[in-house]
């Protein structure tokens, strides 16, 4: 499970982005979201934009501040208004800060991070697809802080967490995707590497957002597409592996998660 870091700290690489979606599925989302104000409407506007480049200017000054200043904003604005959304992105961020203090070598602040960034999760009530899959992936990250016993026990958690989010949502690109990654960084010897291929194939062919919508989640293509090159690399499927090489980068040119495979296809 320690390898499971590598996409972790690969996701710092990785700008999210967002594509323009139908809007068939708008009245059902309308039934499911929580009422936003227009005031956090404007404040969350981008807010998985401004949580990355808040990350990125926090690996650039070595501080945790810029990371620090947007979640001050989210706390506010659950004060004013609590509901779901806003606990999401406080948990997204609590993941990027985890990843932050990991890069400066700083394990006991990244693993407390990551368990205030878990414990959002435990105490949310009503949770979606999203909220499943981004809390499998944050209980994920925190597995390389145990072992025996208790990391064995969070592994069945993510499990959990991730047949909830595809329960609640098969066409749920996120939850696809975690549920890969999950496969992918288990063992075979412990029933992992099954599914990767299966989970990742589906994540890359789904929308990033059933609504477009420029303050809830639109990650995980980008990601999706970076690991099933992997794969397909380890697997020595080259023809498969320069495909979706190529479709990954017609989508997302400038991917360092997806053009760091460009030399090991050369000549494949």
């Known amino acids: 499970m320690k390898n499971f870091l590598f996409i972790i700290l690969a996701f710092s690489y990785m700008s999210p982005v967002c594509s323009n979606i139908s809007n068939q599925n708008e009245n059902k989302f309308n039934k499911q979201s929580p009422v936003i104000q227009d005031v956090?409407?404007?404040?969350?506007?981008?807010?998985?934009?401004?949580?990355?480049?808040?990350?990125?200017?926090?690996?650039?000054?070595?501080?945790?501040n810029p990371l620090n200043s947007i979640l001050g904003d989210l706390t506010n604005l659950y004060r004013e208004n609590p509901n779901n959304t806003i606990l999401y992105w406080e948990a997204y961020l609590m993941y990027y800060k985890a990843i932050y203090y990991l890069k400066i070598n700083d394990k006991?602040?990244?693993?407390k991070t990551i368990l205030e960034g878990i414990d959002?999760?435990?105490?949310?009530?009503?949770?979606?697809?999203?909220?499943?899959?981004?809390?499998?992936?944050?209980?994920?990250f925190s597995i390389q802080f145990t072992s025996g016993?208790?990391?064995?026990?969070?592994?069945?958690?993510?499990?959990?967490?991730?047949?909830?989010a595809l329960d609640i949502d098969p066409l749920n690109l996120r939850a696809n995707y975690v549920y890969a990654s999950n496969d992918f960084y288990t063992p075979a010897k412990y029933g992992g590497r099954k599914e990767v291929e299966k989970y990742l194939l589906k994540?890359?062919?789904?929308?990033?957002?059933?609504v477009n919508n420029s303050f809830l989640a639109s990650w995980g293509k980008e990601e999706a597409y970076a690991m099933l090159v992997r794969f397909y690399i380890e697997q020595e499927k080259w023809d498969l592996a320069k495909k979706y090489y190529q479709e990954g980068v017609e989508i997302f040119p400038g991917s360092y998660s997806i053009n760091q495979f460009a030399s090991k296809l050369v000549g494949k």
């Open 120 to 140: 959002i999760f435990k105490d949310m009530q009503k949770k979606n697809s999203e909220d499943y899959a981004l809390f499998a992936m944050l209980q994920s």
């Open 203 to 210: 994540a890359i062919s789904l929308p990033d957002q059933k």
């Open 40 to 64: 956090q409407k404007s404040a969350l506007d981008s807010i998985q934009f401004k949580i990355y480049n808040s990350f990125v200017k926090s690996i650039i000054d070595k501080s945790a």
């Open 108 to 111: 006991s602040n990244s693993e």
């Open 149 to 164: 016993i208790k990391a064995s026990e969070i592994s069945g958690e993510v499990k959990k967490n991730l047949e909830l």
